[in-house]
């Protein structure tokens, strides 16, 4: 079974902050991991994803994550917040294969001008 | 290319009505995908389909029903609708399935409100 744990419902940075999004999963075979982002009225986007291989990966819109195996975290950082970052973002886990993703409860990422 | 389309986009029933969802998938995409967002619950898993055939389903009671057509189109049935079933509906395609090989794109979702 596969679980996520965001840190943070709510985190709220200056526009040119480092952002840092932080997710915590459990699961009992290799994971899968990924972070999606909401914007307003609108359906999800991929913003990257971790299958194997290099534990540092680049996303879309400057984002990455790192998964460390040995904290079973996977946060989302991104050097320098823009006014655009601000959505919901939320951290998922698979086990591969066709198994449904299980997603975090999310975070609401505010960028303050 | 188009995306994902989901209608229609708002939808306001009373409890003890059914309702049907549509979602058309991307072009050539073959898997479609179902999940229920609240705030509560957050997002999960409703169920999902491939080539007209059920694959995988989540933990949500028989009123929760779905179904695909050989153009790969999908719809999801609620019947005996609760407030509780008040939610964001989103659907999701992928030319497999597979997320570790495939992406999914996600529509803008069907935004259900049961009075």
């Known amino acids: 079974a596969q679980s996520v744990t965001q840190l943070g419902s709510h985190v709220s940075v200056s526009e040119g902050a480092l952002v840092l999004l932080r997710c915590n999963y459990s699961s009992s075979v290799p994971p899968y991991l990924f972070w999606y982002v909401q914007y307003p009225n609108q359906g999800l986007q991929l913003l990257l994803k971790y299958t194997t291989g290099a534990t540092l990966v680049k996303g879309i819109n400057g984002f990455e994550a790192e998964f460390k195996k040995s904290e079973t975290s996977f946060h989302l950082t991104k050097p320098s917040a823009h006014m655009s970052d601000a959505a919901e973002y939320f951290c998922?886990?698979?086990?591969?294969?066709?198994?449904?993703?299980?997603f975090g409860k999310g975070t609401r990422l505010s960028v303050i001008a | 290319k188009a995306g994902v389309t989901q209608t229609p986009r708002y939808l306001i029933k009373t409890r003890g009505q059914q309702v049907t969802l549509s979602c058309s998938p991307i072009s050539g995409h073959r898997s479609v995908s179902w999940y229920q967002q609240t705030p509560g619950q957050g997002l999960q898993f409703l169920f999902e389909y491939f080539s007209e055939t059920q694959r995988n389903k989540g933990n949500f009671p028989g009123r929760f029903s779905g179904r695909q057509f050989s153009n790969s189109r999908s719809e999801m049935n609620v019947s005996t609708l609760e407030l509780g079933d008040s939610a964001l509906y989103l659907c999701?395609?992928?030319?497999?399935?597979?997320?570790?090989?495939?992406?999914?794109?996600f529509g803008p979702g069907t935004r259900l409100t049961v009075l």
């Open positions: 999701a395609s992928s030319r497999t399935g597979s997320l570790v090989a495939d992406t999914q794109y």
């Open positions: 998922a886990v698979s086990g591969g294969g066709n198994t449904p993703l299980v």
